[in-house]
Structure formats: C-alpha cells, structure tokens
C-alpha cells in the first residue's frame, strides 16, 4: 500500500452528513489506514458518524456565521495542510458546496483537482477513473505533482458501508482571514416542498426530455413517479429550456442515480444524460424515434408517443393503487 | 457596470467526439460557442442594460484559429471578445486555465464576472471559484437569479432541498445555471455589427504566465479503456398495448 494519509470532506446534510461523504468515508478506509474527516457546523453531531465510517480524527472548521462555506473552509483546510502536513490526497463530494472547496482549495494550494471521478485504486498512487463520452470509455489519471491531490467524486461511485468505528477525536480547524473572497453571505435559505423519494435515493426514478413536447406535459412525469413513489427527473434539455429546476437534471452535468428502475420517456439518450442513468439495475424507454440511443441500453424499449403511452400507463397503474 | 463573462469554443457536442493519442480531446473539427455559455452572455446583457451604462466583455482561451463562436456572443451584444491563445496552453489543466483567465481578466477590472457551472466539454466544474480564489474575489456558484442593486448582487443559489438566497459585494464572481435566462439570438443586424468588433488574442508571454504555464499541470491521464457495454433487451412498436408490456415488467422486477 503506498497511500498512507486520506482526508474526506464530510459535508453537513439536515444534521447528519451527506450520503455521498458516507461513501468516501468508506471508500477512503479501504485504500489508506489514516483517514481524517473534515466538517463545518455542529461537529459533535457529526463525529459518531464519521467515525462510524471510519475516519480516526474529526477536523472541524465550527460555525460559518453565514458564509457559503467554500471559501472558509478551502482556508481552513489549506491551514490544516500547513499545520499538520498534507496527506496523499483530500477526497471531495461532487455537490454544489464541495465543489466551490474544491476550487477555492485547488488554487489556494496551487495544486490541481481531478474531477467527476467514480473509482479510485492504490496504483503506485493514488488512481482515478473519470467516465469520458457518456460512460463507453473509462479514462484513469494520476497526481504527478506534490500532495495533496484534490479529488472531486461523484455519487454513488462507492457504497456507504459502516466500519462500526469509535467517535472520531474533534479537532478544531480555524479558517483565517478571509478577506473578500468570504463575503458572500447566506441572506435565507427556501426549502421546496416535496414529496416522495430524494432522487439519488429513490428504488423508481421517472424521467422526461424534450420529446415531452411542452412544460406542461412535464406533470405526467412527476404523476408517474408519484404513483411508483419514486421520484422525477429530467434530461438537460428540458432543464435548459426552463421547463424544470437544475436539480431535477440527471446526467453528465447533473445527478448520478442508480435506482432499480430507470424510466426514461421521450429521452432520447445522449451520452451527457446516459452517463447519469446507465448504472441503474433496469431500464425502460419510451421514445417515437425507433433508433433512439437509448434504446441501445433499455431492457424493454416501446417505441411509441407519449402522449398516448404514458396517459395510459397513469391509468394502469391507478387502478391497482 | 462593466461585466466580463468566461466563454469556451468547444467541439460540437453533436458530433462524434474522440481523443489524441496525447488523450487530450481532439478539437480539430469546427469550434462553436458552448451553449452553456450563452445564459452568462445573455444574463451580463441583461445586467448591463438594467445598469444603464457599461459594457460585456467575453474571454476566453483555446485556439483561436476560429473564432465564430466569440463572434456569435459578439453578436448576441458582447461589446468585446478576448482569447488568449498559445500552443503552450495546449492540455491545460482547469487551474492552469484559471491562472491565464485571471490575469486576462484582471486586466480588465470588471465589476462582475460570469461564467457556466462548467463548460459542456471537459465538465470539470471547478474553474470559475479557482478564478474567484486567484481574484481574491467573493464567488457564488449556481445562480438561478441575478439581481444587481448598486455595489451588492443578490443571487438565488441552487441547492438540494431548494435554494438560498446569497449576496456579495462586487466585484465578485457568479456562475449560472442553464435556463435562468432566455439567450437571445443575434439579428441580422448584431450579426454584422459583431464583424467589426474587437477580438484581442493574447499569448501566455504577454499575460507574463509564462513561467506558470512551463511548470505543467500536476495530473496525468495513464490510460483510456472501453467501459462495459450494457446489453439492450425487448423492443415493441407500440400497438395500444405499450402501457401494458411497461406494467407487466415493473410486475417482474417486483417494483409494483
């Protein structure tokens, strides 16, 4: 083994840590004996849990006042790189808040960051496999520089998987002077309402494209995955166009998600949105194009409209409910 | 208010895409303007026109061998386009290509600097905050709405459970979210107009980088391998029985 040192970044979700830091907690143990997690807000809330995942020390940057946290913590953390050393490498959740760490992070250290990374393996170093071209290549990369590598993963590339560890040991990570680069300021936070499933953790994910045809139709969608109870998504397109919120996109761009049905309608599979859906355990596609690309990986494709395939699907599955 | 925004001529992503023996992305084919890009384009339109005085400034780095797609943000209103171009760039890493934009960028001391959440070739997503770190600049990231209100942006900013409204003071550094504005598309008239507008192209000499570009990129692409192809199954022209074929499969895998 030649990696030694991994630092994970354990980022705070609704008073526990996010499913995706779970994963690199458990990934990281199994390639290095010395795992640190890093965390911001409340820190002993957190420390049974990342030690339960197997990290030996708890690095927390405490309360933000406010501040989106990629700034002061990318500071913290480079502090912690100079007080303590730096480890092989500080593995980061692809979210919207690891990411802006990974930034601030990358050139606070000067160092370079691989991104959209779903393996990682002790090769003489630290490796990192990156889906390339909607997932039919895989390309693996290496760290040439001095540590630490910073390393951006995406969900779901790892299981979470308890280690059953002892609380890890709190050590406080101060941020620093921040200057102008911490002045951006949470001002309130909205939650939308939802109902059902998250969608990276739903069993049933219902996603639409731009074959739906208009945002109205969009609402088929979201009664299929109501009535699956899972939950919706959607192609980049319809995200571009304004029909639905980023949040609901799957793929290269947006959210990875492995459920154990895929519905894909009137998607017509582009490598940006396979790369998001392709690990899912079944896939089915409904699109009026018979070549569609999606259908190269649907277990059952229907080659139909929507506008009747679906209405009529709705109708099935509501007499049975 | 002057703005600049971060743009990227990348390869058509409609077209087959395919890697050097380097494993660098061949961009050998026609470039064209990242659509990703053209929200920010529109969104500093917008601004500068609520503003009422200032201008947009696009920049950019890669070849610039081609330069139509800075000319159609030239054409949607951009006032200016800037690339920097040099063969030393060539496999730059996103740092590397934030250190260049930073000092193209810095020379122009804009009030706000837009960019996409990441470009729709390399995705790698990090760019626009390592700018804002090596700006020494506040950054907000997923911008689904933009207002200015004299010297303080307010951004709606995309997050798990919704969004969360954030400010900073300018200058600062925002990326948006495809879909948060419509981008326009050039006229006839923005289309002739751009032909006579500024595209200044830089070298990594005249921006003093140099030195900084020399030292490489820290990271290394070792090999590129087929990924498992995942086997098609049953495929129905549907015959009004579409709906049930759907049912009778989510019954075999037990998901209803």
């Known amino acids: 083994m030649t990696l030694t040192s991994l630092w994970v970044l354990a980022e705070p979700s609704n008073g526990s840590l996010s499913t995706a830091s779970l994963e690199l907690l458990s990934a990281a143990r199994g390639l290095a004996s010395n795992v640190a997690a890093i965390t911001w807000g409340d820190a002993s809330a957190a420390a049974g849990l990342a030690g339960e995942y197997g990290a030996s020390t708890l690095y927390s940057v405490g309360d933000l006042g406010g501040a989106l946290p990629g700034a002061p913590v990318a500071s913290a953390i480079a502090r912690l790189v100079e007080t303590h050393g730096a480890p092989d490498a500080i593995l980061i959740p692809t979210s919207y808040d690891g990411r802006d760490v990974a930034g601030r992070l990358s050139a606070k250290l000067n160092r370079t960051v691989l991104t959209n990374v779903t393996g990682l393996a002790d090769n003489g170093g630290l490796e990192t496999e990156h889906p390339i071209f909607g997932g039919t290549q895989s390309a693996f990369a290496h760290f040439t520089g001095e540590a630490p590598g910073i390393v951006v993963v995406r969900a779901k590339s790892f299981a979470a998987e308890s280690a059953a560890g002892a609380p890890a040991a709190i050590v406080e990570a101060p941020t620093g002077e921040l200057g102008a680069s911490g002045a ?18 739903a069993a049933v994910v219902v996603s639409g494209g731009r074959g739906l045809g208009s945002a109205d139709k969009y609402s088929m969608i979201e009664e299929l995955a109501t009535l699956l109870k899972g939950a919706a998504g959607a192609s980049r397109a319809i995200v571009d166009a304004g029909w639905v919120p980023y949040s609901r996109q799957v793929g290269q761009t947006g959210k990875t998600v492995k459920p154990t049905v895929y519905l894909a309608c009137a998607i017509s599979g582009a490598t940006q949105h396979m790369v998001g859906m392709k690990g899912s355990k079944n896939i089915v596609a409904v699109n009026k194009d018979p070549d569609a690309p999606i259908f190269q990986i649907a277990d059952l494709g229907i080659v139909g409209d929507v506008n009747t395939v679906l209405p009529a699907l709705i109708e099935a599955l509501r007499q049975r409910a | 208010m002057n703005v600049v925004v971060c743009a990227k001529q990348i390869p058509d992503p409609a077209a087959p895409q395919s890697l050097e023996a380097s494993n660098n992305l061949n961009r050998s084919g026609k470039l064209i303007l990242d659509e990703a890009d053209t929200y920010g384009v529109e969104m500093a339109l917008q601004l500068v026109d609520a503003a009422g005085s200032g201008e947009v400034t696009v920049v950019s780095m890669g070849s610039a061998a081609d330069v139509a797609g800075l000319r159609n943000a030239l054409a949607m209103g951009a006032a200016k386009a800037v690339i920097v171009s040099d063969d030393a760039l060539r496999g730059a890493d996103a740092l590397t290509t934030a250190k260049v934009l930073a000092a193209a960028i810095g020379r122009l001391e804009p009030d706000l600097v837009l960019a ?3 470009s729709s070739d390399g995705y790698t997503g990090t760019l626009p905050v390592q700018l804002a770190e090596l700006l020494d600049l506040p950054s907000i990231t997923f911008a689904k709405k933009v207002t200015v209100n004299g010297a303080t942006i307010s ?9 969360d409204e954030v400010s900073a003071p300018l200058p600062a550094v925002v990326t ?9 598309y050039a006229s006839f008239k923005g289309i002739m107009a751009a032909k006579s507008k500024p ?14 570009v020399a030292a490489g990129t820290g990271q290394e692409v070792t090999r590129v391998v087929a990924a498992e192809a995942r086997q098609s199954g049953e495929k129905y022209v549907d015959d009004g029985d579409g709906a049930q074929k759907i049912v009778a499969f989510l019954e075999s895998i037990k998901v209803i």
């Open chain 1, 184 to 201: 951006a300021r949470v001002v309130a936070s909205h939650v939308e309402e939802r109902t059902g499933p998250q969608l990276e953790d």
């Open chain 2, 116 to 118: 996409a959440t990441e």
């Open chain 2, 155 to 163: 951004v709606e900013r995309q997050t798990e459970a919704g969004y």
């Open chain 2, 176 to 184: 948006v979210t495809a879909g948060v504005v419509e981008p326009r």
């Open chain 2, 199 to 212: 595209v200044e192209i830089l070298s990594v000499a005249d921006l003093g980088l140099s030195d900084v």
